[in-house]
T-cell receptor, first 117, second 113 residues
Framework: GAVVSQHPSRVICKSGTSVKIECRSL??????MFWYRQFPKQSLMLMAT?????????EQGVEKDKFLINHASLTLSTLTVTSAHPEDSSFYIC?????????????FGPGTRLTVL | QKEVEQNSGPLSVPEGAIASLNCTYS??????FFWYRQYSGKSPELIMSIYSNGDKEDGRFTAQLNKASQYVSLLIRDSQPSDSATYLC?????????????FGKGTKLSVKP
């Protein structure tokens, strides 16, 4: 149980294009989904917290107009990197918490490796 | 600024030995603590969670929590080469399912055959 998927697993795009990453909770409903970014040899950095049906809460320093987050249902959140540039190349990972559950554990998706040329 | 500190390693242990991974955190009000394992190029996978002072055992893994010292550790008994990975300590800030995790930078463990 508690499986989170991400799509795509890997994407290469040209500078200036937009890329959409999907995060799905496959066997549970997620009230809250989280988006992280991880650069090589660095730890995970939280980008934003996404709640179903409401606007995402962005961490300080993360541009909300560049990283668009939509959490339309209890099983799907999307992150769109708009006008991507090479410095946006990173490993993007989502996680999800079970809605209404006693546990506060976050379950992570497999990640999406973005390379911007 | 809430922080989670880990020794970056690498920590090298021989196969069969006990690996001890340590973590300290700055927010005294934290109540939930997690250890994740991350293989190179992969996303983190949950190993253990711990909420109360003392030890919590799950198979070869034992998590230890001391809130007074703001210290949490992970012991891996009978270490195997497949345990070689980066271990991330995470501390939850805020309550319920919406709380954020603050991650340490991770300790790289290498288990030598």
């Amino acid at each position: 149980g508690a499986v989170v998927s991400q799509h795509p697993s890997r994407v290469i795009c040209k500078s200036g294009t937009s890329v959409k990453i999907e995060c799905r909770s496959l066997d549970f409903q997620a009230t809250t989904m989280f988006w992280y970014r991880q650069f090589p040899k660095q730890s995970l950095m939280l980008m934003a917290t996404s709640n179903e049906g409401s606007k995402a809460t962005y961490e300080q320093g993360v541009e909300k107009d560049k990283f668009l987050i939509n959490h339309a249902s209890l099983t799907l959140s999307t992150l769109t990197v708009t006008s991507a540039h090479p410095e946006d190349s990173s490993f993007y990972i989502c996680s999800a918490s079970i809605a209404g559950g006693a546990t506060d554990t976050q379950y992570f998706g497999p990640g999406t490796r973005l390379t911007v040329l | 600024q809430k922080e989670v500190e880990q020794n970056s390693g690498p920590l090298s242990v021989p196969e069969g030995a006990i690996a001890s991974l340590n973590c300290t955190y700055s927010d005294r009000g934290s109540q939930s603590f997690f250890w994740y394992r991350q293989y190179s190029g992969k996303s983190p996978e949950l190993i253990m969670s711990i909420y109360s002072n003392g030890d919590k055992e799950d198979g070869r893994f034992t998590a230890q929590l001391n809130k007074a010292s703001q210290y949490v550790s992970l012991l891996i008994r009978d270490s195997q080469p497949s345990d070689s990975a980066t271990y991330l300590c995470a501390v939850k800030v805020g309550g319920g399912s919406q709380g954020n995790l603050i991650f340490g930078k991770g300790t790289k463990l290498s288990v030598k055959p």
